[in-house]
T-cell receptor
Protein backbone atom coordinates (compact mmCIF):
# COMPACT_ATOMS: atom_id res chain seq x y z
CA UNK A 1 0.00 0.00 0.00
CA UNK A 2 1.31 3.45 -0.81
CA UNK A 3 2.47 5.27 2.27
CA UNK A 4 2.38 8.77 0.80
CA UNK A 5 -0.57 9.58 -1.42
CA UNK A 6 -0.62 12.52 -3.77
CA UNK A 7 -3.66 13.49 -5.74
CA UNK A 8 -4.17 13.99 -8.56
CA UNK A 9 -1.33 12.33 -10.44
CA UNK A 10 -1.79 14.65 -13.42
CA UNK A 11 -3.35 18.09 -13.47
CA UNK A 12 -3.94 20.48 -16.34
CA UNK A 13 -4.90 24.07 -15.56
CA UNK A 14 -5.38 27.30 -17.44
CA UNK A 15 -3.36 30.41 -16.73
CA UNK A 16 -4.87 32.46 -13.93
CA UNK A 17 -6.78 29.61 -12.32
CA UNK A 18 -6.31 28.06 -8.88
CA UNK A 19 -5.57 24.47 -7.98
CA UNK A 20 -5.02 22.43 -4.84
CA UNK A 21 -2.56 19.56 -4.71
CA UNK A 22 -3.33 16.94 -2.10
CA UNK A 23 -0.83 15.06 0.05
CA UNK A 24 -1.51 12.49 2.75
CA UNK A 25 1.08 10.38 4.53
CA UNK A 26 0.49 7.21 6.48
CA UNK A 27 3.96 6.78 7.90
CA UNK A 28 3.18 8.38 11.24
CA UNK A 29 5.62 11.18 10.52
CA UNK A 30 5.56 14.57 12.16
CA UNK A 31 7.24 16.61 9.47
CA UNK A 32 6.04 17.16 5.91
CA UNK A 33 7.50 18.98 2.93
CA UNK A 34 6.83 20.17 -0.59
CA UNK A 35 9.38 20.13 -3.39
CA UNK A 36 9.14 21.09 -7.04
CA UNK A 37 10.86 19.46 -9.99
CA UNK A 38 10.86 21.25 -13.33
CA UNK A 39 12.76 20.78 -16.56
CA UNK A 40 14.74 23.97 -15.92
CA UNK A 41 15.85 23.44 -12.35
CA UNK A 42 16.86 20.60 -10.06
CA UNK A 43 14.53 19.55 -7.29
CA UNK A 44 13.73 22.62 -5.23
CA UNK A 45 12.63 22.78 -1.65
CA UNK A 46 9.45 24.81 -1.16
CA UNK A 47 8.06 24.37 2.37
CA UNK A 48 8.53 22.38 5.52
CA UNK A 49 6.00 21.77 8.27
CA UNK A 50 6.53 20.22 11.65
CA UNK A 51 3.60 19.27 13.85
CA UNK A 52 1.38 21.24 11.47
CA UNK A 53 3.39 24.42 11.87
CA UNK A 54 5.29 26.14 9.09
CA UNK A 55 9.02 25.80 9.72
CA UNK A 56 10.57 27.02 6.51
CA UNK A 57 9.32 28.75 3.38
CA UNK A 58 11.68 29.06 0.43
CA UNK A 59 9.02 30.04 -2.06
CA UNK A 60 9.26 33.66 -3.10
CA UNK A 61 5.67 33.91 -4.23
CA UNK A 62 2.64 34.12 -1.94
CA UNK A 63 0.68 32.35 -4.68
CA UNK A 64 1.85 29.11 -3.11
CA UNK A 65 0.11 28.37 0.17
CA UNK A 66 0.45 25.10 2.08
CA UNK A 67 -2.53 23.96 4.11
CA UNK A 68 -2.35 21.46 6.94
CA UNK A 69 -5.81 20.40 8.14
CA UNK A 70 -4.55 17.25 9.86
CA UNK A 71 -1.20 16.09 11.12
CA UNK A 72 -0.78 13.72 8.18
CA UNK A 73 -2.04 16.11 5.53
CA UNK A 74 -0.18 18.89 3.77
CA UNK A 75 -1.97 20.26 0.74
CA UNK A 76 -0.58 22.92 -1.57
CA UNK A 77 -2.83 25.64 -2.93
CA UNK A 78 -1.55 27.50 -5.96
CA UNK A 79 -3.39 30.62 -7.12
CA UNK A 80 -3.11 32.74 -10.24
CA UNK A 81 -1.37 29.92 -12.06
CA UNK A 82 1.30 30.74 -14.62
CA UNK A 83 2.88 28.55 -17.31
CA UNK A 84 6.15 28.71 -15.35
CA UNK A 85 4.41 26.86 -12.53
CA UNK A 86 4.35 23.77 -14.74
CA UNK A 87 6.34 21.15 -12.87
CA UNK A 88 6.03 17.98 -10.88
CA UNK A 89 5.30 18.71 -7.24
CA UNK A 90 6.48 16.19 -4.67
CA UNK A 91 5.33 15.85 -1.13
CA UNK A 92 7.67 14.26 1.41
CA UNK A 93 7.65 13.40 5.08
CA UNK A 94 10.12 12.50 7.79
CA UNK A 95 9.97 10.93 11.20
CA UNK A 96 10.87 13.64 13.61
CA UNK A 97 9.99 17.28 13.82
CA UNK A 98 13.60 18.31 13.37
CA UNK A 99 13.49 17.10 9.80
CA UNK A 100 16.40 16.62 7.48
CA UNK A 101 16.83 12.95 8.11
CA UNK A 102 15.35 10.33 5.87
CA UNK A 103 12.68 12.08 3.93
CA UNK A 104 10.31 9.81 2.03
CA UNK A 105 8.69 11.09 -1.12
CA UNK A 106 5.30 10.63 -2.68
CA UNK A 107 4.78 9.82 -6.37
CA UNK A 108 4.24 13.44 -7.32
CA UNK A 109 1.61 15.53 -9.07
CA UNK A 110 2.51 16.65 -12.55
CA UNK A 111 1.00 20.09 -13.15
CA UNK A 112 0.72 21.59 -16.61
CA UNK A 113 -0.41 25.19 -16.93
CA UNK A 114 -1.64 26.22 -20.37
CA UNK B 1 23.98 29.36 0.58
CA UNK B 2 24.78 25.74 -0.02
CA UNK B 3 25.42 24.66 -3.59
CA UNK B 4 25.58 21.09 -4.78
CA UNK B 5 27.14 19.98 -8.04
CA UNK B 6 26.56 16.47 -9.31
CA UNK B 7 28.38 14.65 -12.06
CA UNK B 8 28.22 13.11 -14.53
CA UNK B 9 24.81 14.11 -15.88
CA UNK B 10 24.69 10.91 -17.92
CA UNK B 11 26.39 7.60 -17.27
CA UNK B 12 26.23 4.39 -19.24
CA UNK B 13 27.79 1.19 -17.95
CA UNK B 14 27.62 -2.45 -18.90
CA UNK B 15 25.66 -4.90 -16.83
CA UNK B 16 27.89 -6.25 -14.10
CA UNK B 17 30.19 -3.21 -14.07
CA UNK B 18 30.30 -0.58 -11.37
CA UNK B 19 29.07 2.99 -11.62
CA UNK B 20 30.23 5.98 -9.61
CA UNK B 21 28.34 9.23 -9.15
CA UNK B 22 29.88 12.19 -7.38
CA UNK B 23 28.50 15.25 -5.67
CA UNK B 24 30.42 18.18 -4.31
CA UNK B 25 29.02 20.67 -1.87
CA UNK B 26 30.17 24.04 -0.61
CA UNK B 27 29.12 24.37 3.02
CA UNK B 28 31.48 22.68 5.47
CA UNK B 29 28.68 22.65 8.06
CA UNK B 30 26.60 20.29 5.94
CA UNK B 31 25.44 17.60 8.31
CA UNK B 32 23.28 15.13 6.43
CA UNK B 33 23.83 13.39 3.11
CA UNK B 34 21.54 11.15 1.12
CA UNK B 35 21.04 9.47 -2.23
CA UNK B 36 17.77 8.98 -4.06
CA UNK B 37 16.74 6.95 -7.09
CA UNK B 38 14.01 8.12 -9.43
CA UNK B 39 12.65 5.70 -11.98
CA UNK B 40 10.78 7.01 -15.00
CA UNK B 41 7.50 8.64 -14.03
CA UNK B 42 7.91 7.80 -10.36
CA UNK B 43 8.76 9.51 -7.11
CA UNK B 44 12.08 9.47 -5.34
CA UNK B 45 13.20 6.36 -3.51
CA UNK B 46 15.59 6.89 -0.64
CA UNK B 47 18.62 4.65 -1.14
CA UNK B 48 20.99 5.55 1.66
CA UNK B 49 21.74 8.36 4.03
CA UNK B 50 24.67 9.23 6.26
CA UNK B 51 25.47 11.83 8.83
CA UNK B 52 28.63 13.89 8.74
CA UNK B 53 30.37 11.63 11.26
CA UNK B 54 30.31 8.69 8.84
CA UNK B 55 32.94 8.27 6.11
CA UNK B 56 31.68 5.09 4.51
CA UNK B 57 28.49 3.09 4.42
CA UNK B 58 27.68 -0.04 2.46
CA UNK B 59 24.30 -1.61 1.87
CA UNK B 60 23.08 -4.11 -0.71
CA UNK B 61 25.59 -3.39 -3.45
CA UNK B 62 25.73 0.35 -2.79
CA UNK B 63 28.61 2.22 -1.18
CA UNK B 64 28.43 5.82 -0.02
CA UNK B 65 31.68 7.62 0.63
CA UNK B 66 31.93 10.98 2.33
CA UNK B 67 35.11 13.05 2.08
CA UNK B 68 34.55 16.07 4.28
CA UNK B 69 37.94 17.54 3.56
CA UNK B 70 37.16 17.75 -0.15
CA UNK B 71 33.42 18.25 0.43
CA UNK B 72 32.69 15.30 -1.82
CA UNK B 73 30.03 12.64 -1.61
CA UNK B 74 29.97 9.62 -3.87
CA UNK B 75 27.69 6.72 -4.64
CA UNK B 76 29.18 3.52 -5.99
CA UNK B 77 26.93 0.87 -7.48
CA UNK B 78 28.71 -2.43 -7.80
CA UNK B 79 27.63 -5.09 -10.30
CA UNK B 80 25.02 -2.93 -12.00
CA UNK B 81 21.92 -4.64 -13.36
CA UNK B 82 19.09 -3.42 -15.63
CA UNK B 83 16.93 -2.53 -12.64
CA UNK B 84 19.48 0.10 -11.66
CA UNK B 85 18.61 2.20 -14.72
CA UNK B 86 17.18 5.42 -13.32
CA UNK B 87 18.06 8.98 -12.40
CA UNK B 88 20.06 9.29 -9.21
CA UNK B 89 20.13 12.37 -7.00
CA UNK B 90 22.28 13.35 -4.09
CA UNK B 91 20.61 15.51 -1.47
CA UNK B 92 22.20 17.26 1.49
CA UNK B 93 20.96 19.19 4.43
CA UNK B 94 22.90 22.19 5.66
CA UNK B 95 21.94 21.72 9.23
CA UNK B 96 21.09 18.63 11.21
CA UNK B 97 18.03 20.36 12.55
CA UNK B 98 16.83 21.71 9.26
CA UNK B 99 14.43 19.89 6.99
CA UNK B 100 15.40 21.52 3.73
CA UNK B 101 17.15 19.15 1.35
CA UNK B 102 19.32 20.61 -1.38
CA UNK B 103 19.52 18.37 -4.41
CA UNK B 104 22.12 17.78 -7.05
CA UNK B 105 21.14 18.04 -10.70
CA UNK B 106 20.79 14.29 -11.14
CA UNK B 107 22.63 11.55 -13.03
CA UNK B 108 20.81 9.48 -15.59
CA UNK B 109 22.25 5.99 -15.36
CA UNK B 110 21.76 3.53 -18.19
CA UNK B 111 22.75 -0.12 -17.96
CA UNK B 112 23.76 -1.78 -21.20
CA UNK B 113 23.26 -5.55 -21.58
Amino acid sequence: DPKIIQKPKYLVAVTGSEKILICEQYLGHNAMYWYRQSAKKPLEFMFSYSYQKLMDNQTASSRFQPQSSKKNHLDLQITALKPDDSATYFCASSQDGLGGREQYFGPGTRLTVL
Amino acid sequence: GEQVEQRPPHLSVREGDSAIIICTYTDSATAYFSWYKQEAGAGLQLLMSVLSNVDRKEEQGLTVLLNKKDKRLSLNLTAAHPGDSAVYFCAVSENYNQGKLIFGQGTKLSIKP
